[in-house]
């Protein structure tokens, strides 16, 4: 049988009800190999997970990113929550070592499957909601989803100045901005990018960088300038 024990110590959370955290576990193959049995399946945990995770991480896009339209939030979001990146972080706390599971879905390889491995890590969030509230639920999110928000924080400004940008030029000149490789320096492993961003056929600004994406966003950000756009506000 699975030792809870072990995965209250990965997650760093003490259930009050271990139930709970037992029955996020329970793979409905598992039911219908043992219909007799005490506890059901985690179907309904996994339902409630996806909406708690949803809300903890829009409510950070909200709060860390306050620049990011509607738009771009809802994107950064399915990234975040997507089947495969949350399959990904179960397996690397190896969630589906934990898993109750019929014999013949665990022959299949079901403890490595994405779905399971998905929707059993939805169905733990929501059982930690339940027995801690929201607080304990956020925090255990955001430390499982650590590497994923140091990547989207990297692009942080990427997605911004972009993102602007764009929203600009579409809404004063009814067209989207063209960003132009206007030069690529250096050996291999010491690139220099030059990128110019074009609007109506003008060139409006220049940004160099180690990468493409880094000469993009600082072309954005000086061409916002050039017009007169305050980003802070």
């Known amino acids: 049988m699975p030792d809870i024990a072990e995965l209250q110590k990965i997650l760093g959370v003490s259930f009050s009800q271990p139930a709970l955290l037992e029955q996020a576990l329970v793979h409905s193959s598992y039911i219908?190999?043992?219909?007799?049995?005490?506890?059901?399946?985690?179907?309904?945990?996994?339902?409630?997970?996806?909406?708690?995770?949803?809300?903890?991480?829009?409510?950070?896009?909200?709060?860390?990113?306050?620049?990011?339209?509607?738009?771009?939030m809802t994107k950064a979001r399915a990234t975040l929550v997507r089947r495969d990146t949350l399959s990904h972080i179960a397996g690397k706390i190896k969630l589906g070592d934990f898993l109750y599971m019929g014999k013949g879905e665990e022959t299949s390889g079901g403890r490595n499957k994405a779905p399971n491995l998905a929707g059993a890590l939805e169905a733990v969030i929501a059982a930690i909601y339940l027995d801690q509230g929201i607080d304990t639920a956020g925090a255990v999110v955001n430390r499982l989803l650590a590497e994923e928000w140091k990547k989207l924080t990297s692009r942080g400004a990427d997605i911004e100045y972009k993102s602007k940008l764009q929203e600009l030029t579409q809404s004063r000149y009814q067209s989207a901005p063209v960003y132009r490789l206007v030069s690529e320096t250096g050996p291999d492993h010491d690139k220099v990018f030059m990128v110019e961003v074009v609007i109506n056929g003008k060139s409006m600004g220049r940004g160099t960088g180690k990468s493409k994406k880094i000469a993009e966003t600082e072309a954005a950000h000086l061409t916002l300038a050039a017009l007169n756009m305050d980003f802070t506000k």
Do not use: C, K, W
């Open 32 to 72: 219908n190999e043992n219909p007799a049995g005490p506890i059901s399946h985690n179907e309904r945990l996994e339902f409630l997970g996806d909406a708690v995770l949803d809300f903890i991480v829009a409510d950070r896009l909200y709060q860390d990113f306050p620049d990011l339209t509607e738009g771009e």
